[in-house]
């Protein structure tokens, strides 16, 4: 079980012949957060289950004090999209997303005439930040097609710091490196720890 301020997840792992104990689990949050003087919106639960069988097992649906467990497909936590297939496409998609609304603003500072070096500092602290969220934890997971989609922002924003000049150059003088090589770092780095 996993405590956040406001937030609690729990997870179970089912042999195909065992019994999930999920309900009772949830049945002693409840009684505690009771207990503590607070209570647990069952609007805001969610539940995903995650099976690679080829028969997924019909398990009943959760309760709290009478409410079912929405089943979802995916959920965020702590700003990380699971989904129930353990596949990166919805995080990837709102990384991307997020990610290309900020580059308007920087396109409005270089319209201003903010130099490069400030433009590059925002980009760094703005936006690559926001493509590299969690990347330990999804980077050896995602397909290239994906990592290509993360790439394709960061040139986007090298085309506004610096018109002009290839996506190369442009990294030269941001000092900057691809982000599939800065993700792959924490791998040569650890590799043998």
């Known amino acids: 079980m996993w405590k956040f301020v406001d937030d609690v997840s729990s997870s179970e792992n089912l042999t195909s012949n065992s019994f999930s104990v999920t309900q009772s689990t949830l049945d002693s949050i409840d009684s505690w957060a009771t207990y503590n003087c607070m209570k647990l919106n069952a609007k805001k639960c969610k539940e995903l289950r995650v099976s690679f069988l080829k028969e997924t097992p019909q398990l009943p649906s959760l309760t709290i004090d009478g409410h079912v467990v929405e089943t979802v497909q995916s959920h ?39 130099p490069p070096a400030d433009l590059t500092n925002i980009y760094f602290a703005l936006i690559r930040s926001i493509l590299e969220y969690c990347c330990e934890v999804w980077n050896y ?53």
């Open 76 to 114: 965020k936590v702590l700003g990380l999209i699971i989904q129930n297939n353990l596949k990166w496409d919805e995080q990837i998609r709102s990384i991307v997303t997020k990610a290309s609304k900020r580059l308007y603003g920087l396109r409005v500072l270089c319209r201003g005439g903010v």
């Open 141 to 193: 997971a995602i397909p290239r097609y994906l990592s290509d989609e993360l790439e394709r922002v960061q040139k986007r924003a090298m085309r506004i710091i610096f018109p002009g000049h290839s996506y190369d150059e442009a990294l030269q003088l941001a000092n900057c490196t691809r982000l599939s090589d800065r993700r792959n770092l924490y791998k040569y780095l650890t590799e043998d720890c």
